[in-house]
């Protein structure tokens, strides 16, 4: 089972949740949870962002499929429901969030993996889906080029559990003051000064962002100076330790 900050490849990625990982949004990929996959790296597709000192992520929705008749998805607003009539990916989580907002459920649980480099993705954790809005931002032209016409987008806010495993207590989780998200900007260095080894044996297996000083003990998530690389039998012998 992953940890949240256990770094894995696509294929680890895939054999944990038992299918072929090919869209970033997957609504209920499995009866109690969903999947979805995340990249801040530059020139990412869209933009996800980590607030509230990384208790909180906020992701974008996904653009109409290119084709043809679309050659530029990001001047055209995120769309709700397909041509057939069925919801989309946006649809099937926003109609989550609205009815968890209202009571009418408890909220969805979301496993976030996030790529970080080219085969290599970390495990963010377990996210409770708590909101979703509508944003207008600046359309896009493939060249980056902004236009003066905004465009719909969808935003899905996802807070932080302290969970490891998908259960009651995890839908129902609130205080989240144990745990937090490491920017993948900060991952990303981390992962560059380390060289994608442990930094006590060399180990490049089974690895592992860890927190120098333990978040609980008021180390910070949002530098890289304070997160290193241990392999799995190192970090769970410097947690041994500090329990
Ligand atoms: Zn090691």
Same mark, same amino acid.
């Given at each position: 089972?992953?940890?949240?900050?256990?770094?894995?490849?696509?294929?680890?990625?895939?054999?944990?949740?038992?299918?072929? %990982?090919?869209?970033?949004?997957?609504?209920? !990929?499995?009866?109690?949870?969903?999947?979805?996959?995340?990249?801040?790296?530059?020139?990412?597709?869209?933009? /996800?962002?980590?607030?509230?000192?990384?208790?909180?992520?906020?992701?974008?929705?996904?653009?109409?499929?290119?084709?043809?008749?679309? !050659?530029?998805?990001?001047?055209?607003?995120?769309?709700?429901?397909?041509?057939s009539g069925t919801l989309?990916?946006?649809?099937?989580f926003f109609a989550a969030?609205?009815?968890?907002?209202?009571?009418?459920?408890?909220?969805?649980?979301?496993?976030?993996?996030?790529?970080?480099?080219?085969?290599?993705?970390?495990?963010?954790?377990?996210?409770? %889906?708590?909101?979703?809005?509508?944003? !207008?931002?600046?359309?896009? %032209?493939?060249?980056?080029?902004?236009?003066?016409?905004?465009?719909?987008?969808?935003?899905?806010?996802?807070?932080?559990?302290?969970?490891?495993?998908?259960?009651?207590?995890?839908?129902?989780?609130? /205080?989240?003051?144990?745990?937090?998200?490491?920017?993948?900007?900060?991952?990303?260095?981390?992962?560059?000064?380390?060289?994608?080894?442990?930094?006590?044996?060399?180990?490049?297996?089974?690895?592992?962002?860890?927190?120098?000083?333990?978040?609980?003990?008021?180390?910070?998530?949002?530098?890289?100076?304070?997160?290193?690389?241990?392999?799995?039998?190192?970090?769970?012998?410097?947690?041994?330790?500090?329990?």
């Amino acid at each position: 089972m992953a940890r949240a900050g256990d770094i894995i490849s696509y294929l680890e990625m895939c054999r944990i949740e038992g299918v072929n %990982l090919q869209r970033g949004m997957n609504y209920r !990929l499995h009866s109690d949870y969903s999947v979805i996959l995340m990249s801040l790296r530059q020139g990412a597709p869209y933009a /996800d962002r980590v607030e509230e000192n990384g208790k909180v992520l906020i992701y974008e929705g996904h653009d109409i499929p290119k084709t043809n008749a679309n !050659l530029n998805p990001k001047v055209i607003d995120q769309q709700a429901v397909n041509p057939s009539g069925t919801l989309t990916q946006n649809g099937l989580f926003f109609a989550a969030a609205i009815e968890f907002k209202s009571g009418k459920r408890q909220a969805e649980l979301i496993k976030v993996y996030e790529k970080i480099h080219s085969g290599i993705w970390a495990y963010n954790g377990i996210f409770r %889906l708590v909101d979703s809005w509508q944003e !207008l931002e600046s359309a896009r %032209l493939n060249s980056g080029k902004k236009l003066s016409n905004p465009r719909k987008v969808f935003k899905f806010r996802l807070e932080l559990t302290h969970s490891d495993i998908i259960n009651e207590h995890a839908a129902k989780w609130k /205080d989240i003051e144990h745990n937090r998200l490491i920017p993948a900007s900060v991952k990303l260095e981390v992962w560059k000064r380390d060289k994608g080894k442990c930094v006590i044996c060399g180990s490049a297996n089974n690895l592992h962002f860890d927190h120098i000083i333990p978040y609980s003990r008021g180390g910070s998530s949002l530098t890289a100076a304070n997160i290193q690389l241990l392999c799995a039998r190192h970090n769970i012998a410097k947690r041994d330790k500090i329990e």
